[in-house]
Structures are given as C-alpha cells and as structure tokens.
C-alpha cells in the first residue's frame, strides 16, 4: 500500500512540476505573443513574423502589460481582479494597446470591421474609447448584443468601470425592460431593440456610432440590421459603425459594406491542449459530470467551464456533480454556479464573483459563455459538443428550439476559453472523427433556418416592399420568405398582394410575434383588452409556478385552485388578477408557490404595454366577468393552431391530422372537462408533442375566424377538403405575389 501511495504521490508531484514547467515556457511565448499587439490586417499587411520596429509605441505597450503577467501565475490567475483597480484592469486588456490607432482609422472610414478573440475588451472598452474621443457630444453610442444577458451584464459592468449609476451615463434597454434615461449616452441593447428603433428613426438619428457587437453570431436580428445599416451609412455621412466578431469571418462582413478595413486586436491566448474521447460517448452529461470530478480531485488550480445546451441539461449536470461529489470522502470544495438567459440576473452574476480562497469554481452555461460573456480564471474546458437552436420545424409549422451537434467553429470558440488567463486544457466529450467528419464548418445563420413572419413584417412596415431583393448577407431560402407572407396573410396582416394591412401596420407596433400582436388588437375590437393585456403579459414571462422537490403535490394543489376548467390562458388572467387583488403581496405568492419575481416583472410587461397602447390610442376595456369573449379572442389570433378531440387527453391538429397532447400541467387535464377543439399557444416537443397553454373553442368559431381553413360541416370529407381549399387558396395567393413580383421586376427594368 505504501508502494502505491508513493507513487500515486511521486506521480502528482512530478505532474505538478512539469505543469510549472509549462507555464513558464508559456509565459515566454506569451511574452512573444504580446510584440504583436498592434498588427493590423486589412490596412497595413504585417507579416505574421516581422519584428516590429525600433520606436513603433504598440512595441512598447506590448511590453509594459507583459510586465503584469510575469509575476506567479496563481496571482495572475486568481486574485487578478481584486488586486487591481479598475483603471489597471481596463489598461491590462488586450484591446488597449490599440487604442489610438483605432480612433485614427475610425476617423478615416465610416464603418470598420475589429476582431479579437473574446475577453480582448471589445464590448467593454470600444464604447468607452468613442466617448473619451468625443463621439458622445453629438449622439449616443449604441452598442448591440445578440442576448439579453450579455446585454444587462455589459452595462453592469461599464457603468461600474466609469464609476456612475447604471442606466444614467450608461444604460441599457432590452424588450420590456428600458435602463436608460436622457442623460445616458452609453447604451447597451439586444439587436432587436435597434431594429424597433429603425421603425421611429430609420436614420438612427439619435446615434452618432453604432457598434454591433458579436456580429459572428449571426443572429436574425443582426443579420437583418447588416441589410438596414448598409443604407443608413451611405445616407448619414456623421455615423459611424463598427462591427465586431471573434471569428474570423470578417472578410465577408467587409466586403459587404464596401471592402472597408478590418483591424485585429492581437490576442493573449495561452496554448489550450484538446482532448477528445477515444470512443463515442453514449450521454454526453454522464461523460461531462466525470469528467468534472477527475479535474477536480487533482491538485491542478484553475476553473472548469461546462458546455451544455440548456437549462434542463444545466440543472441535471449541476446536481449530478454535487451528489457525485458527495461520495468522496475529502473532496475538496467547489462551487458550482449555473449560468443560462432565464436564471434570475443577481444568480447569474454570481459567475463573475470571485470565490473563496481554496474553492474551486465550475461553471455550468450554455453557449452564451463562447464568446458574449468572459469569466476570468478558466483552465478547465469540458465542451459536452451539443447546443439549442432555433429551427423551423415544418412539422410543427412553426419555430422550435431544439438540441444540435455545435459546429467545429463553436467547438473552437468553446477550447479557446481554457486559455485566457493560463495554459488550459480542453476536454471535448466527442471523438476527434466525429468533430472531423460530422461537425458543420459554421453554424448555420439563424436567417435560414427560422420563420420570418416577424421581420418579414417589420421590413415590410419599414417599406422594404421587395423583400425577394433586399440585401441580406446571406439571403434567406425563397420558400421561407413565402411560408412567412402566407403566415402573416392567413392572420389578416397581409393582403392577397402581399402588402400590409391596416391590421398588420398596427401589429408592428407591439414588440411580440404577430399572433400575439393581433390578440390584443382584435381584443381592443372585442372589448376585452385589459383581461388580454394581462394574459400577454403573463405568456411573456416564463414559469410563473415552481414545484419544490418534495413538496410537488402541496404545489399542485396549490396551481390547482386558480385554474379555470376550460382555458389555460384564463387561469393566468385569475392569477393576476387575485395576485393585484392582494395588493401584488410576496407572501401572497410564496403561499401559492407562484415566483414573485416572476410576477414582478409580469407587472413591468404589462405597463410596457399600457404605455403602447395609449400611444396608439387604443382603448383599454374590460368585458368583466363574460369571459367567454376572451375565449372568442384567443381563438381569432391562434385558430392557426387548433386541435380536435380523439380521446381523454388526446387532441389531433385540426389542420394537419398531427397527434399533439394536453400537458398534464394544463387547466383542462383530467378536470371531466373535456373540450371537441381547443386552440394552443405553442407546441413543445419533450416525450410527445404537448400543446402549451390551451384554450378550449367552439367549432363555430373557428369556421367564422379561419375560414381559409375550416368550415362547418366538419367531416372526415370535409378536412380533406379544407386541406384542398387551403392549397388553393395559398396557390392563389402565391400566384397573385409573383404577379405582383413580376410587376415589380418590370418597374425596375423600365427604371
Ligand atoms: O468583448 P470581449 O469579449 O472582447 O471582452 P469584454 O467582454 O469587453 O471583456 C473584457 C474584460 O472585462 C474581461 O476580462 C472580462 O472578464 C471583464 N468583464 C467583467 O469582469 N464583468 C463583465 N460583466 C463583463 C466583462
Ligand atoms: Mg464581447
């Protein structure tokens, strides 16, 4: 036994001292690495080799910050943040070296292209610079994120860095939730944001820059600016636009605004080992969850950074780690912390906080930690080689977020986390055939594989009339454009032309998707729109119930008591409605198990709304107690999605025949209420497709509101000719647009 002890100890002394050997020889060739700050691609070609010159100030810089890096690595590490000020911590990024020459090129072109590897300082630094050079005197500077939490987080952190008050001299805005006053000049926003403020502003004149941030993403809403902001920029010769990527994919988005200059930030990245299983491993969260505690019970230092695809999977890898941990006698502490777009923000922000000394972090995120949010201190990489994607699903006729192999680019982003701050190590749970052979290059850009209904619509009110020819970056498939015209026709936005309604230029003006829009515009008709707005609020916020473990039946019950046999949307207007009734108490929500916070914000959206709709001049009314007109509503706006009855719990699509189920969680579950058609906010895909929030309908309704699609003599004949007449209707329908497209060609050539 002593034989073994002492090896097994020899052996973790040895590995220990050849790990220190490593990082020494890292530091040199980081020292190395740190000469090229400064280089610039696109503008002056450097080769990768050259020795800068006597006398070239990046040179200098270079080695200034290297200076900070050469002192013990576990300093350098771990008590990095806390040991500097804030103004050490912003001069020792990457980004700052290039400062100037930045502003300089910024001065001589109107949009320009930076890359630099995530944690370079971009999201945090670039807006400050244009300040400090006094682009904040004649507009804002915008900066755009492709996530909300990146958003909020970014702000957070800047504001702390300049020292003031979020939302006043930096700020933030995202959908439902405005942190910024008139004194803010700063402001961070999602994309989608920007893209409202192009309905009010086309020009953007508030801005006087705008930076889009993380623009390899490629997220719709960016991609859809891309096309916007190529115009504003020949039209507004006082803006100016940045954009910027961790990958290298800048070429395209340069030769896409005219072949203008892309400057690469040199990055500090320290080399990153890449591990990957030697066979196909059968559960990817198992595998990670091993994985996590062999790192964790050798001696090494550093943080792991777990990449799962979702919450759920989040959740199960957090907890298996805890119990697994649990059985080792000795283990020594971790923290592990969650982080995914719908945890409560004060928990999110938990991954940035340093921990004790001696405790190990995990971190635990979905890709939302690959390049929009840097926690420092990484070394450990564990890439469980999935991600959630939002895919059209033709099945379903609408979009849902499903599981998907990354990319070898997301595979890449993901390794290069373990080594900012040391050398790291990656540990990708796939083969390296497997990332060879199977994986994509990229992901594929959200604009191809998602409805368009909403931008669609938003394009058309912005008077983009040729959607066909508008000047996406990568257009999207022409049929995905027609299934969203039709879309947005069957819901009255469109007419047979293609062009909007007066129904549809009302439904731009409420940040929703449109079936949600036309629900509460047709309830300002109906009179029923203060029980509405309520409801839209309430499907705006997710999980508004929790259910401990271990108290779940008492949390049942509980849900149970507010439920209104035949409509799930109508249980969340009762909610509200007593919640208000009890003066919006917290006690009140923690005696039903109902999140307060979740309320809270139900309460935000919901004033959110008010606001628009005074300024729309619509009416609020209340149809009081006859809720049966709710009921009528719901169904004119979702009459899309309805199902029929076959048996207790079992619906079919009324359209397609599809099987789609009642949750067990909804109001008309096993209450002997048992409804011959229901209409449904969303389909979720779990073990079965379940029907999410669900109200029951009369046939009649439906035949009266969808009458593209149903009519009343419902028989095994007639849904087949229903799905006939739709056909028609559409092939009608496509054929009037290519007539229009036609006429619209012909106008061009005659131009
Ligand atoms: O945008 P980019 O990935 O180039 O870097 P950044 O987000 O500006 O991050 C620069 C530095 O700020 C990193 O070292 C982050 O760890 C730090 N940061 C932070 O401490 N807290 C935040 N909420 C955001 C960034
Ligand atoms: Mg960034």
Known sequence: DIAVLSRKGSQLVKDYREQKERIKAQKKEWELAGTKIGDILGIKQKEEDEPLKEGDDSHKKAQQFSGHMMGDKSEA????????????????????????????????????????????????????YLLEDGYGDYGMIGCTQPRRVAAVSVAKRVSEERGCKLGDEVGYAIRFEDCTTKETIIKYMTDGILLRESLREPDLDGYSVVVMDEAHERSLNTDVLFGLLRDVVARRNDLKLIVTSATMDAEKFSMFFGNVPIYKIAGRTFPVDILFTKNPCEDYVEASVKQTIQIHLQPTPGDILIFMPGQEEIEVTCGAIGDRLEEVDGAPPLAILPIYSQLPSDLQAKIFQKAPDGVRKVIVATNIAETSLTVDGIIFVIDGGYCKLKVFNPRIGMDALQVFPISQANANQRSGRAGRTGPGQAWRMYTENCYRSELLATT??????????????????????????????????????????????????????????????????????????????????????????????????????????????ESDAAREKFQVPESDHLSLLHVYQQWKNKGYSSTWCNTYFIHYKAMKKVREVHSQLLEIMEKQKLEVTSCGNKWDIVRKCICSAYFHQAARLKGIGEYVNARTGMPCHLHPTSAL????????????????????????????????????????????????????EGKAKAAERRKQMEQELAEAEEALEAERERR
Request: proline letters at 5%; a negative charge; one cysteine or more.
């Open 669 to 720: 579950y096993g209450m002997g209420y048992s409804s011959d058609y229901v209409v449904y906010h969303e389909l979720i895909m779990t073990s079965k497709e379940f029907m999410q929030c669900v109200t029951s309908v009369e046939a009649e309704w439906l035949a009266e509101l969808g009458p593209m699609f149903y009519s009343i003599k419902e028989s095994v004949h007639s849904i087949e």
């Open 444 to 553: 594929v850009p959200e604009i191809q594989r998602t409805n368009l209904a909403t931008v669609v619509l938003l394009l058309k009110s912005l008077g983009v009339s040729d959607l066909l020819s508008f000047h996406f970056m990568d257009p999207p498939p022409q049929d995905n454009i027609l299934t969203s015209m039709y879309q947005l026709w069957v819901l009255g936005a469109f007419d047979n032309v293609g062009n909007l309604s007066v129904l549809g230029r009302q439904m731009v003006e409420f940040p929703m998707d449109p079936a949600m829009s036309k629900l509460v515009l047709v309830a300002c008709e109906m009179g029923c729109s203060e029980e509405v707005l309520v409801i839209v609020s309430m499907l705006s916020v997710p999980a508004i119930f929790y259910r401990p473990k271990g108290r779940e039946e």
């Open 77 to 128: 590490v771990s008590s990095f943040a806390t040991s500097k000020t804030i103004k050490e911590q912003r001069q020792f990024l990457p980004i700052y070296a290039c400062r100037d020459e930045l502003l300089g090129i910024l001065r001589e072109n109107s949009v320009m292209i930076i890359v630099g590897e995530t944690g370079s300082g971009k999201t945090t630094q670039l807006t400050q």
